[in-house]
């Protein structure tokens, strides 16, 4: 099986590729990044040693597509994932909006040609804000748990939250990038034919790992 992973020098992307490749056989990795993000320059090195062909592109430019290997899969971890994107100053919406969804548009178009599937993570940042700003939590060593006994918004258990909670505005900017890829990813692989999963990227207490669920979900094939 080969599996392509964009914003592969990122935090997720480089952790998913080290952990199939120390679990699985059988599996070429390609990798993409345009090593954006501060950080990620180191884990070249080490991907690079793990034997993963590395492509220095920018998802934004479709041209940098027509250059990469087919795969059966492509997983989506490049983004710029920070909350406060296209408001903070760092980052222009307007670049927001092109890493965010312009960039899915372009890995949904390499799905098509290649009739590959596709794994975008997302993430809880999708869901309405009012429902989680009204949430109780407490802080357990470096961490904030759900408060227990409190009255839950809809959708939302101590277990996460299921697919099915409010998305309405506002869920941030970089939520709505998210939350547009989601929808157009379905719609893409419903006119063309091809899987997509969309993994929220959030690690519940007894939920399997990220990596672990989309490992299975790329086994299935
Ligand atoms: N890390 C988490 O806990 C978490 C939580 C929720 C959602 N997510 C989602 O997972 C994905 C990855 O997040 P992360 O934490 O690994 O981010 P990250 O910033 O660590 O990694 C992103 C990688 O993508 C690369 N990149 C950014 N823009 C690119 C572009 N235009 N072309 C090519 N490469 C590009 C960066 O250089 C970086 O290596 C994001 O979509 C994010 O929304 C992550």
Request: aromatic residues 8%; glycine residues 10%; hydrophobic residues 40%.
């Amino acid at each position: 099986m080969k599996i392509l992973i964009t914003g592969i020098c990122g935090f997720t992307g480089s952790t998913l590729a080290r952990e199939w490749l120390s679990s699985e056989e059988n599996l070429t990795i390609y990798g993409v990044d345009n090593l954006i993000r501060p950080g990620s320059e180191y884990n070249r090195a080490m991907l690079q040693k793990l034997g993963i062909k590395l492509f220095h592109g920018d998802i934004r430019a479709a041209s940098d597509f027509e250059m990469l290997p087919s795969a059966d899969w492509v997983i989506d971890a490049a983004a710029n994932p920070n909350v406060l994107a296209g408001i903070d100053g760092r980052a222009s919406t307007r670049q927001l909006i092109e890493h965010n969804l312009m960039g899915t548009v372009n890995m949904l178009e390499y799905c098509k040609r290649h009739a590959a599937g596709f794994i975008l993570l997302s993430t809880s940042r999708v869901y309405s804000i009012a429902a989680l700003a009204g949430v109780a939590l407490e802080q357990r060593g470096e961490s904030f748990r759900l408060t227990p006994g409190q009255m839950f918004p809809q959708g939302l258990s101590e277990a996460g939250w299921p697919r099915h909670s409010s998305t309405a505005p506002p869920v941030s900017l970089y939520g709505s990038t998210k939350l547009a890829s989601e929808v157009l990813a379905l719609e893409y692989g419903e006119a063309f034919g091809f899987p997509v999963w969309i993994n929220p990227v959030a690690s519940w207490p007894g939920q399997d790992s990220s990596a672990g669920l989309i490992r299975d979900i790329c086994l299935l094939d």
